[in-house]
Nanobody, 122 residues
């Protein structure tokens, strides 16, 4: 049974940091691209960052570039999203997902986690 379980969300003040983790079970993450997406109330799900399964190429949306860093530890079947300099507009449910190749569109991803809430507020 394939499972992706996110953790690390919470409430943080503007300018603060959080690190999200996504642990995968039921398949080997090594050859899958992994992505982080987010969805705020009333908005569509948007791509935040993704990382290739082989050479580690990464992508970041313009809104998070320079603040967020994606990484993966295949030995632990875990992908991370380090989020620094958080802003109120980063508030959303964050989802991790797996795909056969790196992509920015949610439609390319086959497996999804249940999401973790990130709230940036003073």
């Amino acid at each position: 049974q394939v499972q992706l379980v996110e953790s690390g969300g919470g409430l943080v003040q503007p300018g603060g940091s959080l690190r999200l983790s996504c642990t995968v079970s039921g398949f080997t993450m090594d050859y899958h691209a992994m992505g982080w997406f987010r969805q705020a109330p009333g908005k569509e799900r948007e791509g935040v960052s993704c990382i290739d399964g082989t050479i580690g190429s990464t992508y970041y949306s313009d809104s998070v570039k320079g603040r967020f860093t994606i990484s993966r530890d295949n030995a632990k079947n875990t992908v991370y999203l380090q989020m620094n300099s958080l802003k109120p507009e980063d508030t959303a449910i964050y989802y991790c997902a797996a795909a056969l190749s790196i992509a920015t569109s949610p439609g390319w991803y086959d497996y999804w986690g249940q999401g973790t809430q990130v709230t940036v507020s003073s």
